[in-house]
């Protein structure tokens, strides 16, 4: 009995330590002045976090139809990734589907200048950061995988590195599908904003080794082959990039797996010796 109870305590005092440890998450107001509205997000910060030292920043992009706490609650695990990589995570809410674009069509959607401007800034305003793209980083999954590509492509100065997971990163061949007509106008009628704000035709905005990139996509996702093209575009280009790819769908499994790669390759990104 004796020993059990030794045990037990162990085990008790174990469980308690370690919890004091975990990664806090938070879900936090913001404000952006260009769209006049105060927007959720959620932020995770490590244990390692009340040490005091600033700690790079990895931005995750949530899909079409979710908000700001689906990797909270379909991945509590992004909390494991927050302490084991000790960068702080952040999910803004993309709104149900602005497709993270300053949107021609509705002024109302002015999430590129949010996310890449307002939330970054109030981020570095409230919290112990790296406040350069050394120490910034974004990605996302489906329509947060294109977001974070077309943001970092067209904010170099702002993040250092990005990757996509199921990205939409070629939204033309879908011109009726997930709000996208709303936010550009019709594919008919205004072709131009297409083609100028579809990731796949903005790769003329990069260099060999401006961003560390990473892109995801499984075999059996209906944006494959677009993710595809994206792949022999850059290798056209010379611009160096992880691609990963694997049998899966366009659902929570295959981005629950996914995401640790990104996580991993963010942290490499980090750890990298930064020029003089």
Excluded at 108 to 131: C, M, P, Q
Aim: aromatic letters at 14%; one cysteine or more.
């Amino acid at each position: 009995m004796t020993f059990l109870r030794s045990f037990f305590l162990t085990a008790f005092l174990v469980f308690i330590y370690f919890a004091a440890q975990a990664a806090k998450v938070d879900t936090v107001d913001t404000y952006s002045s260009s769209m006049k509205k105060t927007i959720k997000a959620v932020i995770v910060t490590p244990d390692s976090y009340s040490i005091g030292q600033e700690l790079p920043v990895v931005y995750l992009l949530h899909g079409y139809g979710g908000n700001y706490s689906d990797w909270a609650k379909k991945v509590p695990t992004i909390s494991n990734a927050a302490d084991l990589h000790k960068v702080i995570i952040v999910c803004p809410d993309g709104n149900v589907g602005s497709w993270y674009f300053d949107s021609p069509a509705d002024p109302s959607f002015r999430y590129e200048t949010y996310v890449a401007d307002e939330l970054v800034n109030w981020v570095d305003g409230h919290y112990k950061t790296i406040k350069n793209r050394s120490g910034r980083a974004i990605t996302g999954l489906s329509m947060g995988g294109h977001g974070a590509l077309y943001l970092a492509f067209r904010h170099q100065a702002v993040f250092g590195a990005a990757g996509s997971m199921s990205g939409g990163v070629d939204i033309r061949p879908f011109p009726n599908n997930w709000d996208m007509a709303k936010r550009l106008g019709p594919y008919a009628q205004f072709p131009e904003r297409w083609e100028q704000n579809t990731v796949i035709n903005l790769l003329y905005l990069l260099t060999p080794g401006a961003l560390a990139l990473i892109i995801d996509c499984g075999t059996e996702d209906f944006f494959f082959r677009v993710n595809n093209n994206l792949h022999d575009k850059l290798l056209e280009r010379n611009i160096a990039h992880d691609y990963i790819t694997r049998p899966g769908g366009h659902n929570w499994t295959y981005w629950t797996n996914a995401v640790t790669y990104q996580m991993l390759f963010m942290r490499q990104y980090f750890d990298r010796p930064k020029a003089n």
